[in-house]
């Protein structure tokens, strides 16, 4: 089955502060995603890649995926307070079951003022 | 555009109580449906998937069943609670039709079963 790893766990940063977190596969990936979530809500689509060293941008939010399909990084640029929650990262592989996706664990945002 | 809907939002049962969470789906058609249990400390659990009405698949075995009587309705049940089956319930859809599994979440059911 695809594994995810999440890193960091957790992740406390300044206001105004650049961060990264990062996704890794023990297999190559067929489409990833990235979303949000904020504690006791549904999960926020953010962006999917699919593509070898595809990188997509949302306002102060930017994905990248490598060349290999294997890792995929999501960067924070001047951090606020609303960026604070969990991101998770999720992948499907090829020739996986119909529409499973595989989760991370998740990485903890807290944006302190 | 779609919007996909749980309820209840907050649920307390006894053990030994039975369960039923529903989740419903607009403005799409044929969606893939998923049920998920997220703990703490274990991520996000994929515990039932749908591509149609009267289609499910069960990813763990467990206390919990799924049933899916309406194309855009999934329904999440059990019989019997236990206290395992705490936790944040959420369901989401996807596109059937969709090369990828961009997968779209609801709102999610905050369980306590004491």
């Known amino acids: 089955s695809q594994e995810l790893e999440q890193s960091p766990q957790s992740l406390i940063v300044q206001e105004g502060k650049n961060l990264t977190i990062n996704c890794t596969s023990s297999k190559t990936l067929y489409g990833l995603y990235w979303y949000k979530q904020k504690y006791g809500e549904g999960l926020i689509f953010l962006m999917m890649l699919q593509k070898g060293g595809e990188e997509k941008s949302h306002e102060k939010i930017t994905a990248k995926l490598d060349e290999k399909k294997q890792q995929s990084s999501l960067h924070i640029t001047a951090s606020q307070p609303s960026h604070a929650g969990i991101y998770l990262c999720?992948?499907?592989?090829?020739?996986?079951?119909?529409?499973?996706?595989?989760f991370g664990r998740g990485t903890q945002l807290t944006v302190w003022p | 555009s779609q919007t996909i809907h749980q309820w209840p939002a907050t649920l307390v049962q006894p053990v030994g109580s039975p369960l039923s969470l529903e989740c419903t789906v607009e403005g799409t058609s044929n969606p893939n449906l998923y049920w998920y249990r997220q703990a703490a400390g274990r991520g996000l659990q994929l515990l039932f998937y749908s591509v149609g009405i009267g289609q499910i698949s069960s990813e763990v075995p467990q206390n919990l069943s799924a049933s899916r009587p309406q194309d855009r309705q999934f329904i999440l049940s059990s019989k019997k609670l236990l206290l395992s089956d705490s936790g944040f319930y959420l369901c989401?859809?996807?596109?059937?039709?969709?090369?990828?599994?961009?997968?779209?979440f609801g709102p999610g059911t905050r369980l306590t079963v004491l």
């Open positions: 999720g992948a499907d592989s090829r020739g996986s079951t119909l529409g499973r996706l595989y």
């Open positions: 989401a859809w996807s596109d059937g039709l969709a090369a990828y599994n961009e997968q779209f």
